[in-house]
């Protein structure tokens, strides 16, 4: 398929991804992915996440839960859902610590600007963002999130060419850290295709890099514009697809 052909592909799951008002249940709606991540580093898994990105006629939803027998020494399990608007702008991010310290952070959009409600350690607070809904979410630990990012990228920055296929330039994008109370630049850059094996057989995967806080992660997408694997080298840390 030609690259023209699977930005097409991209798009059409991107707008899918639009807003849902507050009170819209996560349920429901038609599957756009889910599935699960395995997280390693160092090569011991340590870490799975489970997501669900549901496609409403006006609306998506990406939830997704974090559980893992230890991280930094402390248990964790953490939950997250993220809403956006059919332009791809954020409607409401939520975040949620289930076990002590039972920390969360709640994002809403107020006089245009980015506004984080959170609970940390004990205290409550506001902390607003100068920051426009055009922001990308992408928090701590929540990797089915990396996967909404590179549909917009190549839904957004595509520059065809009298081939057909298309040019992805190198693109920066704000981001917001809610579990970190904390914003950021990132840049977003196609690679190329990488031959590797992946559930056991050989694979043409789509290869990205983001370039995220002084690292790069390296992303792959299958033909059918799904997320299969995180590669982050300068901290060991993998993150694979499973299979059902």
């Known amino acids: ?104 952070a709640t994002v809403e959009v107020k006089n245009q600007f980015l506004t984080m409600h959170y609970v940390s350690d004990g205290k409550q607070g506001d902390q607003s963002f100068f920051l426009l809904p055009d922001v990308f979410v992408l928090d701590d630990y929540f990797f089915a999130a990396r996967e909404v990012l590179l549909w917009r990228y190549m839904a957004g920055v595509c520059k065809p060419r009298p081939n057909g296929e298309c040019d992805l330039e190198r693109t920066r994008y704000a981001v917001l850290i809610p579990r970190r109370q904390h914003s950021e630049q990132v840049f977003v850059e196609m690679k190329g295709y990488d031959d590797m094996p992946f559930s056991g057989r050989p694979q043409h995967l789509r290869h990205f890099v983001i370039e995220a806080d002084g690292q790069d992660w390296h992303l792959w997408l299958d033909s059918n514009m799904k997320l299969v694997r995180i590669s982050i080298p300068s901290n060991g840390t993998e993150i694979l697809r499973q299979e059902k």
């Open 1 to 104: 398929m030609m690259l023209r052909n699977c930005l097409l592909a991209s798009l059409l799951l991107f707008s899918a991804l639009g807003s849902a008002s507050s009170n819209k249940s996560s349920k429901g709606g038609t599957v756009v992915d889910q599935g699960t991540f395995a997280i390693f580093q160092n090569g011991q898994r340590f870490a799975t996440e489970s997501f669900v990105i549901r496609q409403f006629p006006d609306s998506s939803i990406t939830s997704a839960e974090l559980r893992s027998e230890k991280i930094a020494s402390a248990e964790i399990a953490q939950s997250s859902e993220l809403t956006l608007n059919p332009d791809g702008t954020v409607q409401r991010y939520e975040w949620k610590q289930a076990i002590p310290p039972h920390n969360s």
